[in-house]
């Protein structure tokens, strides 16, 4: 076997382990550091009042999904989703600028640092969704997306919930250091030197196993929007992403559910929280491909509107009293198939021409904006002094609305494919 087949034969197994690498870590430090991290830093270290941080965590979320649209836009308009190089560059700079932020986030002693810190951030974390996510079409097969995103998910949220119960931003900051400063030396040497390796990932968003996505209508026009399966995709997971941090920034904020879960002193509990994380992201990777679109939304939307119904039945009749393990459980279920949706569902409403402008979209909006808003929100109500039940009913409010429109959605019939989409 010659040098050039044996590269040929290997490389889509590298390009598959980097995706998955660099999108676990990047969701993991989202989960811990940013999300959890921040308002450690902001409350605990700087000691801002609630309705400061939720200020600080809403600039966040605008500043991010600002640039990554910009981004995802520029990069769709210069044609920049298409070339691979350009992409692990921008994706080589982010790992390195936000390894460099990371070091200095725990030394932030004031807000006026604390809001040049963000500001800073969210270009990295901006640019970061277009390019990241922009990699699908170029690593990962179109049958292989549901699979992949789940190995992704299970990646990141074993080692959230089993080894950062100590949510405090100098240990965030202490576990992630020792990872990312290899990895950005290793992707900047990946990134801006020749490999033959690289060359070869580059082409392989031509080859048919690759590239245009299985909801792609349009191959053939980059320019026109997507289309109403991806607004309502968009639509309905930023109400999932919205309602869970809206729900799950109180609830850990409750020492009768975290104790007894989350920041729980028994092994055994918090394994068997990851473990669940992991079975349900394997499940939903095993029929992601196999499903349609309204099936994927429908039984998700389902199992996230039955999650946070039960907390909020928790609240309102025994919220005395540690619920049992099978709540913390439940949450970690359907988060994981959540997540999984979220990593493979862009990129399959893409093709190469298109996947940066795509995603910027469903992952700035969906992910990065309603996450963001929501923890601000959160903290809020936090600070007004909202009662813990009226928050989890207003959640749980917000979910049946949710549920209540994928069951219409069920309902209505599907459009027929015209002879001209079927060509195309």
């Not at 026109?224 to 809206?246: E, H, N």
């Not at 493979?344 to 904006?369: C, E, H, K, Q």
Request: charged share 10%; with cysteine; proline share 5%.
């Amino acid at each position: 076997m010659t040098p050039r087949i044996r590269n040929r034969a290997w490389a889509p197994l590298f390009g598959v382990g980097l995706f998955v690498a660099a999108g676990s870590a990047g969701y993991f430090y989202n989960l811990t550091f940013v999300q959890l991290g921040l308002v450690d830093l902001g409350a605990r270290v700087i000691g801002l009042p609630d309705e400061r941080i939720a200020r600080a965590m809403a600039l966040l979320a605008g500043l991010t999904l600002f640039v990554a649209l910009v981004a995802g836009l520029v990069m769709h308009r210069r044609r920049w989703s298409e070339d691979f190089h350009v992409k692990l560059r921008l994706l080589a700079v982010v790992v390195v600028m936000q390894t460099a932020l990371t070091a200095v986030a725990p030394q932030v002693r004031s807000e006026s640092g604390l809001l040049m810190w963000i500001a800073a951030a969210s270009v990295g974390l901006g640019l970061g969704v277009p390019s990241l996510f922009g990699l699908t079409c170029d690593l990962v097969p179109t049958r292989q997306r549901g699979p992949v995103a789940a190995v992704i998910t299970s990646a990141a949220f074993l080692p959230a919930a089993v080894f950062s119960s100590d949510w405090r931003i100098e240990q965030f900051a202490a576990q992630l250091l020792w990872l990312m400063t290899p990895s950005a030396v290793a992707l900047v040497a990946l990134a801006f030197l020749p490999w033959k390796l690289t060359d070869t990932l580059a082409g392989q968003h031509h080859l048919p196993r690759y590239g245009v996505g299985r909801f792609v209508r349009h191959p053939a026009r980059p320019g026109r929007w997507p289309g109403r399966a991806f607004t309502l995709a968009l639509v309905l997971m930023f109400g999932v992403y919205f309602i869970d941090s809206l729900g799950f920034l109180r609830i850990v904020d409750s020492a009768v559910y975290t104790d007894s879960a989350w920041h729980s002193r028994d092994p055994a509990t918090l394994w068997a929280i990851g473990g669940a994380h992991v079975l349900a992201a394997a499940l939903a990777g095993i029929l992601y491909p196999a499903l349609g679109r309204r099936v994927l939304l429908g039984w998700i939307f389902a199992l996230f509107a039955l999650t946070q119904l039960s907390y909020a039945l928790h609240a309102l009749t025994t919220p005395e009293l540690p619920p049992a393990l099978g709540l913390p459980m439940l949450y970690a279920v359907a988060v994981s198939i959540y997540t999984v949706l979220n990593f493979a569902l862009w990129a399959d409403f893409s093709t190469p021409a298109t996947i940066a402008r795509n995603t910027a979209l469903g992952v700035g909006v969906s992910g990065w904006m309603a996450t963001f808003l929501s923890t601000s929100l959160s903290i809020w109500w936090a600070s007004v002094e909202l009662p813990f039940a009226e928050h989890l009913r207003a959640v749980a409010a917000i979910s049946l609305l949710l549920f209540t429109v994928t069951v219409v959605l069920f309902l209505l019939p599907e459009r027929q494919r015209t002879e001209e989409e079927r060509s195309a």
